[in-house]
């Protein structure tokens, strides 16, 4: 399971990155390293970090700064020996992953690859010579969720309200659905564990490598990783007798039809959408015909006002 | 006349033997490019049928097959299974360095098999198949050629040492 700050780093993180940008990245200092959200390797420009919301850059002595010009540039044998690393010299046994932009490295963080696209027709075949590397770091915030739980959790009896997590990008809706799932497996005041399946077609909500999650999700949760959603929603309704499915950012005409399945099959759905408000929703011709089919009894949109996760409002619509 | 014909035993067996272990040379080399052919065949496959990561692949290869062939893939799997950020190409050229300190091979051997060193688990299946059929033909032309030179060589230096072994002791004589 992850831990705070520079361990976690040290011994999940850097060991993918080559020897100059390694010993550059010891030198953050643990709250730093706490914050840390992304590392970036672009060839030939600064190395650069997100932390919390703002962009930063190592100079040649180890010290953050804000003036990325200053800052030690990538080099092509950072990112080739960065990529070598995280694809343990194998980038045939990472085809698919490849093919999908993002390779998923142990502890669950997610690497985005950008490089040449080899197409095959219509359809990617792979990537190739590759000139930056996104390295995100995964964050597991335990119990963001638990303020939610009540809403959700409103309906008779022991019914979990169809819940649509509404958020912009990097608003922490991921987190907060992945604590969600593990709260709802596990046992909570008078309410018994669910069985949860989570869908995760990116390998971010679990952050499983090799198939194994590497995120505590909880006791009663299976993951199909890798999923596409909307299959993946039909497999799970099939064969794994789910009481909750939990999946990340629908918007196909394909993932709403196997929603409304599954909600028409008495089995709870959470998901999450990328959107500001409702209004905005509203204005997405498949989602205004999801909200319209009254699928989803709850909204929670979310914000960064303090920091990723802040629930901005809650709609209900039972 | 007991020292002379002992002598003239040393002289003869020392350079008979001398010319014994250069004949011997010529088929420990077909043996050694064999070998490893065979190997990187077992090698292909496990990367581009069973997808094994290629340090495990690479170890997997060296229990597959002789010495001095597994030290050139028990070397490279090593320094890849010791994460110390060594890249294939890397592994690969210090494996390399370790068979040529125990094998017969040659210099163009090693080139050819040097030539994989860039290419080694950077592609995707299909492309990695493609680049050990190729060395895998590179080292079968490499090993019909030591087989000739083995035919010819072989009888070379096996008479060889010991006729010069006689005609030093005749001009000794």
Redesign the interface.
Known sequence: MLEPGKNLLRREVL?YF??QI?DLLLNLEEDQCLRLEEIRLRCGQPLLLKVGERDFTLDRRGRLSEDIATGVRTSEEDI??TI??I???????F?EE?RRGFITVAGGHRVGLAGQVVMQGEAV??M?DFSSLCFRIAHEIKNCALSLLPYINSGSGNTIANTLIISPPRCGKTTILRDLARLLANNHKHQSGRNVVIVDERSELAGSYRGIPQLDVGPRTDVLDSCPKAQGMIMALRSLSPQVIITDEIGRREDVLALQECVNAGVAVISSVHAGTVDELQKRPIMRELLSSRAFKLAVILSRTNGPGSIQDIVRWD | MLFKTLGIALIIGGFGGFGLSGARRFEKRVDELKNIRMALGFLEKEITCAYTPLSRALTRTATFCEKPAALLFAESARLLNSRQGTTAEEAWRTGLQKLVEHSSLKAGDISLLDSIAVQLGRSDAGEQRKVFDLLQEELRIQEEKARAELDSGHKLWSYGGFIIGTVVVLLLI
């Open positions: 060991p080559s020897t390694k080739y020996r070598s690393s694809s343990d010299n194998s980038l045939y046994a085809a490849i075949k792979t190739k």
